[in-house]
Structures are given as C-alpha cells and as structure tokens.
C-alpha cells in the first residue's frame, strides 16, 4: 500500500477539528481530517419527528446499556443517547475519592451535536495569565462569528420581568440577552462542509488515533499512528503538521501515549472545568408555549440569558425561563484554577476496546472553588426570590424524578452542593500555551516546544480558566493557528 501523505493531519473533528480543516484547506493545503467515532447519517441518526426524549426512561436505559457515566449528562436523553460513547468501549479512570464526569461525543461533530451555542468571548480579565492579549484574539473571535453567525437571544415575557426585578433591586447586576451561534439546520458541520468544497480535504471517521509518532533523526513528527475502529486494523497516516483536535483529555491521552511535550514537567496537569452549580423550579403550565416548528436537533434554545459576573467575582450564570417546558433554571459557571495536583495521566491497568490507555484522570475544587460553589447558590437563591420564582429540586417537582435524583445525587452532585468536576463538559487546560518552554507546553500559537510540527488547538491549550462557555475561544484559537501554521509552511519554516 503506498503511504499517506498530506500537508496536514488534523485529529478531532469537533469544533477545533472543524476550524483547522477550513483554514488550512482554503489556505491551499491538503488535509487529513481523522475522527474516531463514525460519520453521522441524516436520515438515521436524527429522524424526524424524532423519538420522544423521556429523560428518565433514557437514563435508565443508558446505565444499562452501557452508558452509566454519559447519562449523567444534562443533554442525555431518548434522542441524544447515540451521540455519546460506549462507556464499557471507551472507559477511562479515576482516583475512587474524586470522581469526574467525562461526557464524549465521538463522531464527527463530536460533542458541536448537543451544544447549547452559548458563546460568549473572553476578556482581557480572563486572559490575564494567557500569552496572548484580546487584541490577539479580537480578529479571529470575528473570523468565526462571521462564518457561523451570532445573535443576541430575545428574551421572552418571563426572562423580561426576570430581567426588570433584579435589575431593580440590584442596580449593580446586568441581566443580558445570551449570545447565541446561529443554528444551521445540516446534520454536517458548516466548517467541514466548507473544507470538502476545496477539494483538498480527505475526511476519516472510524479512526483511533493514539500516537504521534516522531522522526528520531529530526524530533519532529512524521505522523500519526492509529487503529481502525471497525476492524482492528493498525495504521500510520503522515503529514508535514499535525495538529491534535481531539478535545482536551483526549488530546491529553494521546501526547502523552506519544512521550513527548513534557520537556517542562506540565503535561496533563492544570485540568480544569467550570466550578459548576444550579438552581430551578417549577411554573404554571401556561408560563411557556412550546414551539413546534423548532428543529428537535437545535440544543440552542435552552438559554435566555446571562448574568455576568460582579466586579470582585470570578463567576457569572445563565438561564431561562419557560422555554418550552414550563420550569426555569439558573447555571452558574465559576472559574476553576489550574492547580498542578489536578491532572490527567495514563492508567497503568486500562486499556480501550482498541487495546489503547486510557486516561486517568484526578480532579477535585480547592477550598476556595467549595466557598465559590456556596456563594453562587447563595446569590442565585436571593435574585429568585427578588423574582418571585419558587425553587425546587428537581426543577420538574415529579415524584418519579425526585426519587431519581435522590437515587444519582452522589454520581451528579458534590457534598457541598456544586456538581462533580466535569459536569459543565468545559473540560480544559494540561497543554498550556505559554511564552516560555521550560513553564509551558505550547507556545502562544499552540506548537509544542517538543516538536515543532506538532500544534494542539482545543482545550487543552488553555493556561488558565474562565466561567464563559470556551467553545468560541477553542474556535477562534484554532483559527489563528491554522493561519500561523500555512504562513510557516509556505516560508519552509515547518
């Protein structure tokens, strides 16, 4: 068989793998776009009218079926189940005093198939401990809202009389309309569509990357080693770049499967998620009016608003009420510190259903992310009352779902009320980009200090948290690193 060879090689075909596709093909570069899980058939995989959601029936199934992490996950249900992971195929481990929920969508798309679309950038605030000012990243946060577009969410009688009672009694709070991606009704992700149209993109599903391989004589990467997922088979693909999209703990698992990128001792640790808690209730059925002629398959109409955070806070929430369902929430999202004790390494025992390691991953809030998990509820509670709104757990007020919530409260919650890490799916950090090699992993434009051909581009890039949703920022990261990556390869600097 003659060898694969392309300019790029790209792993992960999720919201970064997406993002480095177009850029670098409409750059002119061929690319080998590589996802682990299957391609997503329209017909099949979102029928219309589509199945009934029946969440507790579904999470039921789903810890039967294989799935008893992935059905802890909020956006779980009768139709969603199929674009999560096999947890029996897919395992991963933990310390047994810190649980962490990972939720994976291997498939291409991954996890974009029940985002919410909430994509608020982040500020000079947040980027304060990053190599990288706003102004750095200003122009690409433009480039992708441009191409996906994105709106301010009108907020509903509900959400506006929400709005007008805290901004009352509480002149400092700001109550603003979410900032919403616009929902594209094909099953295909936009940025892959735009890839394919090139002609310059070869796009893989059912393919397992596990290793980087690197060319002994030049330290640098010859490409990647894989495992095909439907029959076993083994398989290199090469490529002058490799870029790893493949989300933050997978991205992980595969450097360090790799053995290389931890020149400066800080692969895989600074793991990080949201410091993540709730809060909801019940409304009279005629509060919300559902709207039938919404695509079932749109996750982005959960969110109404957000409330960003108090001057000297470091967390700030969303929510919605009656949106469909006659309840309200409120989520609220902390940022979480990159502490080296939280970490992601390799299980010395696991392997995957394709004989890879599997990731062991050790996380658990400090004290300070405990006493930020308190005063978010506590504040929440304040401004639902200010609103007159009746909290209840679970939100539903069912009987079936309170008895499972008491049943699952300690697989979901923490004994200090906040979710278990992992929970918010904002997993990021253990590749920091940084200025320095001997602080950091990446340099500031995601290229490993190890190999200079190898660039990670999604979460696992962050060096500090934040409490904003990070998948526009993954997005804008990954596009600025396209545009680095085809201006060295055209000067022969890669």
Not at 79 to 96: G, I, K, L
């Amino acid at each position: 068989m003659a060898t694969e060879r392309y300019d790029v090689v790209v792993v992960g075909a999720g919201a970064a793998g997406g993002w480095a596709a177009r850029e670098l093909c409409e750059r002119g570069l061929s690319v080998l776009l590589l996802e682990a899980g299957p391609q997503l058939d329209p017909q099949r995989d979102f029928p219309v009218p589509a199945a009934p959601e029946r969440r507790l029936v579904s999470r039921l199934a789903g810890g039967l079926r294989g799935q008893p992490i992935q059905m802890r996950c909020a956006a779980f249900n009768g139709r969603t189940r199929r674009f999560f992971v096999s947890d029996r195929e897919s395992p991963y481990t933990t310390p047994a005093d810190r649980p962490f929920n990972w939720f994976r969508g291997r498939q291409v798309g991954g996890r974009l198939h029940v985002w919410a679309r909430v994509a608020p950038r982040l500020s000079d605030r947040e980027l304060e401990q990053w190599p990288l000012s706003y102004a750095d990243l200003a122009p690409w946060y433009d480039r992708v809202e441009g191409f996906l577009g994105v709106d301010d969410m009108p907020m509903n009688p509900a959400e506006e009389q929400f709005r007008a009672a805290v901004e009352r009694a509480f002149p400092e709070r700001r109550v603003l309309r979410a900032r919403v991606v616009r929902h594209d009704r094909e099953r295909q992700p936009a940025t892959i569509r735009a890839a394919e149209r090139t002609g310059r993109l070869t796009l893989r599903p059912n393919t397992v990357v596990h290793t980087v391989a690197l060319d002994s004589r030049t330290g640098k990467a010859a490409g990647v080693s894989y495992v095909d997922r439907e029959s076993r088979k083994a398989g290199e693909a090469h490529g002058r770049v490799v870029v790893l999209c493949a989300s933050t703990i997978e991205t992980l698992r595969i450097l360090l499967n790799s053995g290389f990128g931890n020149s400066a001792g800080q692969l895989g640790r600074g793991l990080m998620d949201h410091v993540l808690t709730g809060l909801g209730g019940p409304l009279t059925e005629t509060a919300s009016q559902p709207d039938h002629s919404a695509d079932p398959y749109d996750f982005g109409l959960a969110t109404g608003f957000q409330v960003p955070p108090s001057e000297d806070a470091a967390w700030g929430f969303q929510g919605a009420i009656g949106r469909g369902v006659p309840v309200w929430y409120f989520l609220a999202h902390g940022e979480m510190l990159a502490r080296p004790e939280n970490r992601v390494t390799l299980s010395a025992r696991t392997t995957d259903a394709w004989g890879v390691p599997v990731a062991h991953v050790s996380c658990q809030p400090s004290p300070g992310e405990v006493a930020m998990a308190a005063e978010q509820l506590e504040t929440m509670r304040g401004l639902a009352a200010t609103a007159g709104l009746e909290v209840r757990t679970p939100p539903s007020g069912r009987r079936l779902d309170a008895l499972a919530f008491r049943l699952w409260r300690r697989r979901l919650l923490s004994p200090h009320g906040a979710f278990l890490p992992g929970t918010a799916a904002h997993e990021v950090g253990g590749a920091p980009l940084g200025s320095d090699a001997r602080t950091s992993v990446l340099n500031p434009f995601g290229q490993c200090w190890d190999a200079e051909n190898v660039f990670v581009t999604d979460g696992a890039a962050f060096p500090a948290g934040c409490w904003q949703n990070v998948t526009l920022t993954i997005m804008a990261l990954t596009a600025r690193a396209a545009d680095y990556i085809a201006g060295e390869l055209a000067a022969g600097r890669l």
